[in-house]
């Protein structure tokens, strides 16, 4: 394989696995909003489709010229899931589909990254990949993104069943690091480098396990060129179980910030009857067994480097 399509190219995850793969010598069509990622532009071998994915002619276009297409655009921010849930489920489900249509007919083999928040409020420990999803009613708006990836999964094991199709899927266990916006870390780092409280929502006991971005890229380039990985589900995720306290305890050591700690109630962030999940924890057998991945950065490491690159971050921007 040396062709990929990524779409959500200049997000977070998307962008790290660009790099990697232009690294690698690979050729990468990118599609995006905005050039957020404007390193990438510097790589001959990287091409960017500045359009929506919701650009059918444009999509089909780039599928055409790969071997492999990366589905990682979405809307990712909790905030915005719960204030634009239609955007949700047509970045994801919607567009997510019409995209695994084309590669079904071009047969190409599709990448998907979904997510922990598919197990809802399951409150077994650890997860494995076919434990149960237990979601709250449709009227809950958070659940509109659990659904989308799920209904993404389930369009591809039925795709793969009938032969037409070849994925990778790929839940994802709070990946953080370098580029990171709008998620707990990046926010609390935010917090600390602007001098500000670090807020922490609801009583911050709950539980999380944080995964370092080089990590997750180095569990994606083993899974994705094994065959023998193919037309499955994988967790990857940090066994460490960290509190959000904890976490914001972290950040203040890694930066030697002395920033006050404030807890917000999920309602006042987030409006009425929001239901958070208290604990969070992948079985991560299943990717130990096929690929031999470790995790292998700690949290005080990875939230060292992501304020170092903050900090630069912030003062290029002035
Ligand atoms: N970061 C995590 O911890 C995590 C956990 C589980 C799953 N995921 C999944 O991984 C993927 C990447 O997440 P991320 O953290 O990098 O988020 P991100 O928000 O940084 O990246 C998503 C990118 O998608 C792009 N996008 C949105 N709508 C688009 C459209 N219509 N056309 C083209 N591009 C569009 C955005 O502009 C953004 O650059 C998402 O699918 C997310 O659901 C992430």
Redesign the pocket.
Known sequence: MNKFLV?????????HWCKFLLENGKTVYG????P??PELLEYKNFIFIH????NHEILQNAVNQVDCVC???????PYQYLKYPR?VI???AV?GIQLIEMCRVTGKLFF??????IYGKNTKVPFKEEDDRVLGATTSKRWC?ASS?AIVEHYLDACAMSKELDYLVV??????GP?????VVSNLIDNALRGEELVLHGDGKQTRCY?YIDDVIEAFNLLLFDRNCYNQVFNIGNKRETSVIELAESVKNSGQFSSDIKFLSHNQCYGEGFEDISIRVPDISKLQKYTGWEPKTTLEEGLSKSIKHRKNELTKIG
């Open positions: 779409t959500g190219a200049m997000g977070f995850i998307g962008s599609m995006d909003l905005e957020t990622a359009d929506t994915i919701k589905h990682f655009a979405g809307i990712a921010e955007k047509d970045i994801t567009a998907f990254t979904s997510t922990s928040e993104y990836k839940r994802l266990f709070n990946v953080y580029g990171l916006r709008g998620r995964t």
